[in-house]
């Protein structure tokens, strides 16, 4: 989180630590309320609005925050208060023809 926040305008290092945070999320349960508590949403918020139009950051937010937010109705909660389903819409619309940032 802090080599994003350090580098937002790098779309490798916001690649990187999206991907990178949905490994951690698909594999270690136990780091979901840390993740969200360190401002994980936020960050990968703001990859997404920060290179809308790359679709490997694209595709690794949308990842991160499905894997963040999958068995948590809490996290889910918080991403819907935060405005991440709108960014995932947005994702989606400027990347139709990107399955990857679709599924």
């Known amino acids: ?4 926040r350090h580098h937002i305008m ?5 690649e990187a630590g999206c991907v990178t945070l949905a490994n951690i999320c698909y594999t270690h349960r136990t780091l979901h309320a840390p993740i969200v508590m360190q401002g994980g ?4 918020q703001l990859a997404i609005r920060s290179h ?15 894997n963040l937010s999958l068995r948590y109705d809490d ?8 405005g991440v389903l ?3 819409i947005n994702a989606m619309s400027a990347h139709k023809e990107e399955v990857e940032v679709r599924e």
């Open 86 to 88: 709108k960014n995932i």
């Open 10 to 14: 790098s779309e490798p290092v916001q």
């Open 75 to 82: 996290i889910r909660k918080q991403c819907v208060n935060d």
């Open 52 to 66: 809308v139009s790359n679709d490997l950051v694209q595709r690794a937010a949308c990842g991160a925050i499905a």
């Open 1 to 4: 989180l802090a080599a994003m």
């Open 41 to 44: 949403i936020r960050h990968i």
